[in-house]
């Protein structure tokens, strides 16, 4: 019989948590847990001042004077810069901009630049898909490039490497299953073979320590609007090393990322540093809700966070695997704490119907075709009696088998 800690112990381990304070800074529903903070972050009670505030004052108030009296134009790189500190990377590499869909089509574009005469991308078939579409958006942009798979063209990363590979993009952390990579040593393996690499960051920022620069990554994307919980739809960052940056070109050269924007010049030349690799004009209102958010994130300690995403996921482990057996459920995320991600994957037959019912509980995760429930664990809200109560209700709705009821198997458009 499989021993798990009680209600006493779950308590204190919430009391002993240092990152216990942040809750308070974030909108959670009373009776709700929510794990779904890898889709989108809750809000930050702080977003909505910084929200009224450039709404009002500097939209309504001091209107077009805003770009520089409020500093709006400069936001990008000044956020960048504090998403910066949480991924490792040293000032100046990285800059909000876009989408994370946009900026693997930078990146992706500025790596194989940097690589000439190679012309093939490498990447593993279980990414999440956007970043697939966009490798082969840009394989179709460049004569004689092929995008290869690991899981279709090859069994590994390893094996597929060759002297015709120009950049590897690799997702950090699998959206699905939640298999954390090595930073370190994929980027070595990738670089004695003469390769870039991209990392895409989605479900790595915010969730868990890691160091660009001292891994030698050469790009990297993510988004905000996840684990960092800088609202819907916020825009996404990207990081250049440094080494790269004099001579990193991207394709889609827009006005922000000019030399001189407001000299309006017939011809393109673009701006020394991370500021070439913006586009267009950046949704400010998304920014400042971002901004808020960031406000925490920067008294927040990585490795404080890191101890307690494990423990988190360690605990629903546990409980899962102590009430839960026999129904139905299979454990999809590593155990191995150097292979884990923020978030545990359940594998069940009916998963969908299954975390329909846990939502009408108020247990907020979701589900991906065909069999996975997934769980997020953000550790600035979530508390260990939250995960206690999670397994709690997964345990009734699998043991009553509510979850055969009918309105459990309608589908919406997002799920
Ligand atoms: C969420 C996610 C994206 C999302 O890309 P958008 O352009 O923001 O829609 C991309 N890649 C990964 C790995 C993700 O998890």
Known sequence: MATFPDAAAIAAMDAQDPLRRFRDHFVLNEGEVYLDGNSLGVAPRAAYAELDLAARQEWGGDQIRSWNKAGWFDLPLALGHRIGRLIGAAPGQTIVADTTSINIYKALHAAIGLRPGRTTILAEAGSFPTDLYMAQGVVSTIPGAVLKLEGVDGPSIEQLLDDNVAVVLLNHVNYRTGLLHDMAAM?????????????????????????????????????????????????????????????????????????????????????EGIRRFQCGTQPILSLRAMKASLDLWDEVDMAELRTKSLALTDLFIQLVEGRCTGLGLTLDTPRTHPLRGSQIALRHENAYAVMQALIERGVIGDFRAPDTLRFGFTPLYIGFADVARAVAVLEDILRTETWKEARFAVRGAVT
């Open 187 to 271: 980027t070595a393996k990738i670089h004695a073979a003469g390769a870039l690499v991209v990392w895409d960051l989605c479900h790595t920022a915010g969730a868990l320590e890691v160091t660009l620069d001292a891994a030698r990554a050469d790009f990297a994307v993510g988004c905000s609007y996840k684990y960092l919980n800088g609202g819907p739809g916020a825009p996404a960052f990207i990081y250049v090393a440094e080494r790269h940056l004099p001579h990193a070109r991207q394709p889609l050269s827009g006005w922000w990322g000019h030399a001189r924007p407001f000299a309006f010049e017939t011809g393109y030349e673009g701006a």
